[in-house]
């Protein structure tokens, strides 16, 4: 027993030692793939952490979106700033920021490990035992409609905030649209490898998004990881090359956008009209009207994912302009 | 039917209204100016239901998904939340009207989906009592703003429209960590719970010191404004009025109501009301001297908002006294700072688009020829200078009659400079109405739309000042600035 | 799991240090993401303060909104620093429109 708690202890230490060295190096390195590729890492040992942490559903986004889908666009971003650089004639080496004065440059280091010591100080001083919420959470698990504790807080105690997060995820894409395209003629063809993998990766992928998607009830998963290997599925079709052309701006594809912020604020305004209280889920009801928003919220999530991905803005938008 | 009117779920309206007709505009990109336009319409009709509401009933609390705090969210309405949602109302209607005379066709498509869900976000921020759903609304305004600065593109705006989106998402994961903070030592992240629970401790100050860092970056209070001119002096001119209205706006009311509840009775010693004083009072001089040595409009108004941004926080060290007169006096200057200064952006959106550039030294030709858009600029600088009659006069002879009252004579002379530097910048520009100039070779006509636009904003900013008392005891409903005063 | 919060403190503090000290915008977006790591880890590493086995849950539904949220800010922020790229052939803010 005693082995196993050591055994777990330096586990630990040294998981946060190596989180907090990978960090270091990635944000320090001259070499900006390098940067990238140990941020997947560390996006990686991060999924670990939450698992140390017993936050399953937290390992399972951060693996997925965190990790997976965050790393693939700055990898493709920094493919497409490469090529702007070498049409522009322009390189870069890491370079401080000059915008910042010199007497702040010796500074800031100072005055930050000084604000990182008070935030430990604060850290310590929590009480050691604290219930939160957690009481709170299990007290009222019977009426949520769902058996898994974090789907109840995201999709029904704290729904709002989830409804107000969809939003967030779609303004990002209409952002990234209205500010035009931001790939060269540039296209590369997808070799052998990438090829097969994605032939058996796909239906892969999709299957478990669906399985975290249903799963989600009850165990950890739900519609943002669901939604984020989706995108995957995605993410490796378009690496493929295969492009969805006009599709994009057509109105089903637009429909499938907004499906699940859509749906979600639709909700809330007819269960205030029928209830006379925004999101207020009927008990009896509660487990069938969070499945039908999360599917929804799964498809929207992953087309906003994959498009943001892309970052093409659809073709009848560019016409306008 | 008046019980119709107070039983209806205004402030379901407000948040969700936009937020679907954003939608609507996104998917039906034919009708997305006219759906906009709509929506606008009827969510500044929801703040006059709900001010009904709030009138006769008093404060509104409604519990989301019926669970209440602490496990659920609770949606909170008094009188601070009703005037911020009526300057969003009335900046939202004129920047609307002036938008769909503005956008061409490319561009409309954009704006209309992402301006109804910044005006969700703001809504919904002005509505909810929970600091983790302030969060939330918080990113959804930053990203919809900063997507909405580089909307023209070009190298300018997008510089700044870069820097506002790092200074806002830095500002963002600095309060974060505060809410995280707070969460863990008290258990909640509802605002009464918190203000009820929380005692003077580390994690106070802690949590203080990251929220108030965070709101003030994005509240762009000297030295924290570097981000502000460039973004709000290079984005297109409605959603410049946008920024400069409303979205620094939102940062100051996050920040004013949770030191009103939670930390001024437990951080409440001078020296934070001081420095907050004093950040203010160096806003004011710099931001004017700045604005004074501008020579282009948009910047010299861009850097205005900066020195007005200061007079917000000069109510810090006066409301140790006068809590009530105070914030009043601050807030009535935050509204008409809005209408004016959206009035302002607009009328020099329209002097812009009339003679294709915006150098104050060769704008004499523009102003002559653009009478209301002069007339509109003169009004809102009435207001900005704070001239009697407008609103910007009675809030700041509110906030000097508190000064002179406790005799902080510090306080008076800035105010007093600030004034006397914003009548300079003003007048720079509206010099050249009296000048004799030639008229322009090649100008652009504006449509009727944009200028009466401008007109009847910078216009509201002068009616302002005719209506204190009934403002000001809207803005009492609920009492929130007498709560630390109240309760000890 | 204190420790873990304070290692949440030290990968808040190693992000702001990069995001102060570096001018390229990949890096700057690379350090607000490990910014936000460490403030999901002292929500996360807080919530096992129950004093039972089961971990408070509300911060984690907290931290994937968070994570949610730090994916959209990412994306838009890569594509205005490619856009700004092709207007000026840096990914760097330049110093001239700063006064």
């Known amino acids: 027993m005693e082995t196993l708690t050591l055994l777990a202890l330096s586990f630990d230490a040294l998981l946060n030692l190596s989180l907090l060295y990978l960090a270091w190096i990635l944000l320090n390195c001259e070499d900006l793939l390098k940067a990238i590729v140990l941020f997947v890492a560390f996006g990686l040992l991060m999924a670990l952490a939450w698992v140390r942490l017993d936050a399953p559903d937290v390992a399972l986004a951060e693996a997925a979106i965190g990790a997976g889908l965050t790393g693939a666009l700055l990898l493709t971003a920094l493919a497409k700033l490469r090529v702007i650089e070498t049409n522009k004639g322009t390189t870069q080496q890491l370079k401080q920021d000059s915008e910042n004065f010199q007497t702040l440059h010796y500074m800031t280091p100072l005055a930050l490990l000084l604000v990182a010591i008070g935030l430990g100080y604060v850290v310590f001083s929590m009480p050691p035992i604290s219930a939160g919420l957690s009481n709170d959470v299990a007290t009222n698990m019977g009426n949520s409609g769902v058996s898994h504790s974090v789907t109840a807080v995201l999709l029904n105690f704290r729904g709002y905030d989830t409804l107000l997060e969809m939003f967030v995820l779609l303004v990002s894409l209409l952002g990234v649209w209205s500010f035009g395209s931001t790939t060269s003629q540039h296209e590369t063809t997808p070799g052998p490898v990438l090829d097969t993998l994605t032939r058996r990766l796909v239906p892969v992928l999709i299957l478990v998004a669906a399985y975290l998607l249903w799963v989600g009830a009850h165990a950890p998963g739900g519609a943002f990881q669901a939604g984020s290997v989706l995108a995957a599925a995605g993410v490796l079709l378009l690496l493929m090359g295969w492009r969805p052309g006009g599709y994009l701006s057509t109105l089903p594809f637009r429909l499938i956008l907004v499906a699940g912020p859509g749906l979600f604020a639709i909700t809330a305004a007819l269960l205030y009209l029928l209830k006379g209280q925004l999101l207020a889920f009927p008990v009896e009801y509660a487990g069938i009207i969070i499945f039908a928003l999360e599917t929804t919220a799964t498809l929207s999530i992953a087309v906003i994912l994959a498009a943001l991905f892309l970052s093409e803005p659809p073709h009848s938008d560019k016409e306008h302009i | 039917m008046e019980v119709v009117f107070k039983e209806f779920p205004w402030v379901a309206v407000l948040i969700l209204l936009p937020l679907l007709g954003g939608i609507v505009c996104f998917l039906f990109s034919g009708i997305a100016k006219f759906t906009g336009l709509m929506t606008v319409f009827f969510t500044a009709l929801s703040v006059l239901g709900l001010g009904w509401q709030i009138f006769d009933n008093g404060v509104y609390r409604h519990a989301v998904g019926g669970w209440g705090a602490p496990l659920g969210i609770d949606l909170y309405a008094d009188g601070l939340s009703l005037l911020m949602l009526a300057a969003t109302a009335f900046v939202a209607l004129g920047v609307s009207v002036y938008s769909a005379g503005y956008f061409e066709r490319g561009y409309s498509t954009r704006f209309w989906p992402i301006w109804l869900f910044l005006l969700g976000a703001l809504n919904a921020l002005f509505l909810t009592a929970d600091i983790f759903n302030l969060y939330v609304t918080l990113e959804l305004m930053g990203l919809a703003a900063v997507a909405l600065a580089g909307l023209a593109g070009g190298k300018n705006a997008l510089t700044g429209a870069m820097r506002y989106l790092l200074a806002t998402l830095l500002g963002s994961l600095v309060y974060l960590l505060g809410v995280a903070l707070l969460y863990h030592g008290f258990g909640t992240v509802d605002i009464t719970l918190l203000a009820q629970r929380a005692e003077a401790s580390p994690v106070i100050w802690a949590a203080f010191g990251l929220i108030a860092a965070g709101l003030m970056l994005k509240t762009a209070l000297f030295p924290l404004h570097f981000w502000l001119p460039p973004a709000h002096g290079s984005a297109p001119p409605p959603v410049s009025a946008l920024l400069s209205a409303l979205v620094v706006k939102a940062s100051f009311y996050i920040l004013l109501r949770l030191w009103l509840e939670i930390f001024g009775p437990l951080v409440s010693n001078t020296d934070v009301s001081t420095l907050f004083g004093l950040l203010g009072a160096a806003a004011i001089l710099w931001g004017s001297v700045q604005a004074l040595r501008q020579t282009r409009l948009k910047l010299m108004i861009a850097y205005s908002t900066v020195a007005q941004i200061g007079y917000l926080f000069l109510a810090f060290p006066l409301a140790t006294a006068a809590g009530v007169a105070a914030w009043s006096a601050a807030m009535y200057l935050a509204f008409s700072h809005a209408l004016a200064k959206a009035a302002m952006f607009l009328a020099a959106g329209n002097m812009l688009r009339f003679g294709g550039h915006d150098r104050i030294s060769d704008l004499d030709r523009v102003v002559q020829r653009l009478p209301l858009a002069a007339a509109a600029f003169a009004l809102a600088g009435m207001s900005i200078m704070g001239l009697p009659p407008s609103g910007g006069f009675i809030g700041k002879w509110l906030m000097l009659e508190v000064a002179i009252k406790q005799g902080r004579w510090e306080i008076v002379i800035v105010m007093i400079l600030g004034g006397l530097l914003a009548a300079a910048y003003i007048f720079k520009v509206l010099g050249h109405t009296f000048t004799q100039a030639p008229s322009p070779h090649e100008s652009k006509a504006v449509p009727a739309s944009m200028e009466w636009s401008a007109l009847l904003l910078a216009i509201a900013a002068v009616l302002l000042g005719f209506l204190a008392i009934p403002v000001l005891s809207l803005l009492n409903i609920g009492n929130p600035f007498g709560i630390s005063e109240v309760t000890p | ?99």
Do not use: C
Request: avoid cysteine; aromatic fraction near 8%; glycine fraction near 8%.
């Open chain 3, 1 to 99: 799991m204190y420790f873990y919060a304070l290692i949440g403190v030290g990968l808040f503090s190693v992000g702001l240090y990069a995001l102060i000290n570096y001018a390229h915008l990949l890096r700057k977006i690379l350090a607000l993401n490990v910014m936000g790591s460490g403030i999901f880890l002292i929500l996360i590493a807080l919530a096992k303060r129950t004093g039972e086995t089961q971990p408070d849950v509300v911060p984690h539904a907290m931290v994937i909104t968070g994570i949610v949220v730090a994916v959209s800010a990412t994306a838009l922020a890569l594509t205005l620093m490619l856009k700004l790229a092709a207007e000026t052939g840096r990914a760097e803010l330049s110093e001239k429109d700063r006064d």
